[in-house]
Nanobody, 114 residues
């Protein structure tokens, strides 16, 4: 079993920045890669960014150039640095660990005011 705990969400004005963290514990060896997803109000959950064990990254077009996913292996933590935030970035952000089962964190709320 893998446990994911997110933190770092909050309220920020448009143009501001936030950094989300996702700390993984448990059977870390089961993880093949990590990702961040988000679910805007009234919409479906969508992919934001992913990072592979070899640190290859992928981003949704809507966040390219503004968001950066990276990790600190020594702490089993993945980060999402979000810059130049827009009101449309408002969502609950979820950390996801790719593996035999797939694992979700509990989510952290990000609200971007205009």
């Amino acid at each position: 079993q893998v446990r994911l705990v997110e933190s770092g969400g909050g309220l920020v004005q448009a143009g501001g920045s936030l950094r989300l963290s996702c700390a993984a514990s448990g059977f870390i060896s089961n993880i093949n890669g990590m990702g961040w997803y988000r679910q805007p109000p009234g919409k479906q959950r969508e992919l934001v960014a992913t990072i592979t064990p070899s640190d290859s990254t992928n981003y949704a077009d809507s966040v390219k150039g503004r968001f950066t996913i990276f990790r600190e292996n020594s702490k089993n933590t993945v980060f999402l640095q979000m810059n130049s935030l827009k009101p449309e970035d408002t969502a609950v952000y979820y950390c996801y660990a790719y593996g035999p089962s797939g694992y979700w964190g509990q989510g952290t709320q990000v609200i971007v005011s205009s």
